[in-house]
């Protein structure tokens, strides 16, 4: 596994998923920021809530992409609203210029995070 804080920078990362339903890979491209040296963390801030976070509240193996090839995760989702309050602002840091955007868009939304440790 790679060290995750050598992709601080990049922007975006490709979440894959398992559908809830039918099992298939479901890719999506998600902003991120780095927690920790094998941990990233994602948000969804927009109604309704996001497919990737429910399909990865049933089945938390995912695996993350930042350009060069997927890796295998465990998602655990952030369910206390402190830690996504927490996850939210550091994406709104990372991501300034579309902090209004996020919070527009989410201002009555059910907002969602998770903590994804690469293995």
Not at 17 to 26: A, D, F, H
Not at 33 to 40: G, L
Not at 66 to 85: H, K, L, S
Not at 86 to 112: D, N, S, T, Y
């Amino acid at each position: 596994m790679a060290d995750v804080t050598n992709y601080a920078n990049r922007k975006t990362i490709t979440l894959t998923t398992k559908g809830r339903k039918t099992g298939q890979p479901r890719p999506v491209t998600i902003w991120f920021v780095v927690d920790a040296p094998d941990t990233i963390l994602v948000q969804h801030a927009s109604a309704p809530v996001a497919n990737w976070y429910r399909n990865l509240e049933k089945d938390p193996n995912v695996t993350v992409d930042f350009g060069d090839g997927p890796q295998p995760g465990r998602a655990e989702p952030i369910r206390d609203a402190d830690g996504v309050r927490e996850v939210l602002a550091k994406i709104r840091a990372k991501h300034w210029i579309a902090g209004p955007l996020i919070q527009f868009m989410g201002r009555k939304a059910e907002k969602v995070a998770a903590r994804i440790r690469l293995t």
